[in-house]
T-cell receptor
């Protein structure tokens, strides 16, 4: 158990809908990272937050947004969902903002039908 | 050319064999990470290295900074080691974000 929790574990929704994925980092970790893993693909970095502020942005679509709250939990919002958004979404946390070991949550499997 | 290359892409071995997975990178790094992704999807961080060698149980990771190369070894492999092993590096060039290898799919047959 990494100490990182993600909810929900599974999510099935229809095209055009909006969903929110939630992540709680390990106790004491200030950074949260979001990754997308499509079927049989590698991990794609989406976005990083550090202590409530956006630290780095990767290949995140404009339809997606994220935030980190004062209690350090983070939410990833996906809107106007398309079939191609079906993927595993992982959250990871680390103590600091750079080059620290990342601890991964169990992931949320999103299926868009 | 990808900045992080792993080999082999796929590896099938018999239980008990010594396993080596290689990772080469072309950027200056601050650290190299080895992660394991189980068939169910969960990801576990195995090692973070910036020099030398680390050992945890039957797993050994080494890094040669001059040659820009790292290896992950599994001794006395077991079917439960079957997973995808991913190498990733963090680099100043990428603002310390992880640059991911494509992964090595390992199958250990009983």
């Amino acid at each position: 158990d990494s100490g990182v929790t993600q909810t929900p574990k599974h999510l099935i929704t229809a095209t055009g809908q909006r969903v929110t994925l939630r992540c709680s980092p390990r106790s004491g970790d200030l950074s949260v990272y979001w990754y997308q893993q499509s079927l049989d693909q590698g991990l794609q970095f989406l976005i990083q937050y550090y202590n409530g502020e956006e630290r780095a942005k990767g290949n995140i679509l404009e339809r997606f947004s994220a935030q980190q709250f004062p209690d350090l939990h983070s939410e990833l919002n996906l809107s106007s969902l398309e079939l191609g958004d079906s993927a595993l979404y992982f959250c990871a946390s680390s103590e600091g903002g750079r080059s620290y070991e990342q601890y991964f949550g169990p992931g949320t499997r999103l299926t868009v039908t | 050319k990808n900045e992080v290359e792993q080999s082999p892409q796929n590896l099938t071995a018999q239980e008990g064999e010594f396993i080596t997975i290689n990772c080469s990178y072309s950027v200056g790094i601050s650290a190299l990470h080895w992660l394991q992704q189980h068939p169910g999807g969960g990801i576990v961080s195995l090692f973070m290295l910036s020099s030398g060698k680390k050992k945890h149980g039957r797993l050994i990771a080494t890094i040669n900074i001059q040659e820009k190369h790292s290896s992950l070894h599994i001794t006395a492999s077991h079917p439960r080691d079957s997973a995808v092993y991913i190498c990733a590096v963090s680099s100043m060039d990428s603002n310390y974000q992880l640059i991911w290898g494509a992964g090595t799919k390992l199958i250990i047959k009983p």
